[in-house]
């Protein structure tokens, strides 16, 4: 089983190749490919009811006798595949996350995940992935996103969501496995694991840049106890009981 994400908004819009096999003359197929027994070879292929990139032949143990595949080499591998499983686990109060994600000067990186993070860096329109493990009855602290959009897969584990938009508008609502959940750019946010077991997301960001994201327990404490005073109408030294927690 597969989890995919791409990067647009608009209706994806995909070519398979049997699909560009067909549209293509079958004239102009057979000059390109050159088989043997020429535009007759070509015309022995026959478009099937059923798109087949999704629903394999029944008899393809028939049709296929064997299928190899030469592994590339290492610094070619290493620009499209990144092994998220091992890598380091980003421990937070409350859960752990661990990335697939660019890094500025490959901050915390081996040198197989720089040339992952470089690669992904270099293109445009590009993701960064993330496992999220919130523990049972623990919190994802509300935060922010500056640059990027949010979407998440509930693996495992069951939530409670909440967002607030720019414009002060609040949703809340739980998730459960096989929910999917999307938090748009600059949207507070924040994730709280509600089951016995905990709760595990695959999230995806649509940024290939290093993410700026913004805490609650951040802005919080970077803002000065006489502006709080001012803002919630309580006595300055109230906000000193306030921890300075680490992220």
């Known amino acids: ?31 390109a490919l050159k088989p043997q027994g020429g535009v007759n070879f070509i015309r022995t292929f ?17 049709l296929v006798k ?4 030469v592994q590339s080499p290492d610094n070619l591998v290493w620009q499209y595949f ?6 380091t686990e980003h421990h937070f109060p409350g859960g752990i996350f661990q990335w697939a994600r660019y890094r500025r000067n490959n901050t915390g990186l081996n040198e197989t995940e720089k040339i992952f993070s470089e690669s992904l860096n270099k293109h445009e329109n590009t993701l960064t992935l993330a496992t ?20 998440g897969y509930v693996i495992s584990g069951c939530g409670q969501v909440g967002v607030i938009t720019s414009s002060g508008a609040t949703a809340s609502f739980n998730i459960g496995i096989g929910d999917v959940i999307f938090f748009p750019v600059g949207t507070q946010h924040y994730i709280k ?12 960001y649509s940024t290939g840049n290093q993410l700026e994201t ?12 006489h502006i709080l005073a001012q803002l ?16």
Not at 82 to 87: A, G, M
Not at 193 to 204: K, N, T, V, Y
Not at 240 to 245: N, T
Request: aromatic share 14%; glycine share 0%.
């Open 82 to 87: 990144y092994n998220l499983k091992e890598s």
């Open 214 to 225: 913004l805490r609650m327990n951040d802005y919080f404490h970077a803002t000065a106890d």
């Open 66 to 69: 064997s299928a190899e595949y």
């Open 1 to 31: 089983v597969f989890l995919l994400f791409f990067t647009t908004h608009e209706e994806l819009q995909t070519l398979d190749v049997d699909d560009a096999f067909f549209s293509t003359p079958e004239d102009i197929a057979a000059k």
């Open 193 to 204: 694991s509600i089951c016995d077991e905990d709760l595990l997301l695959i999230l995806a």
């Open 132 to 151: 999220l493990r919130i523990f049972s009855n623990e919190l994802g602290q509300p935060h922010f996103h500056f640059n990027a959009n949010e979407m």
């Open 232 to 247: 919630f109408f309580k006595e300055q030294d109230e906000f000193k009981k306030f921890p300075k927690a680490s992220k």
């Open 46 to 62: 026959k478009k099937q009811v059923e798109d087949q990139a999704i629903n394999l032949p029944p008899n393809l143990d028939e």
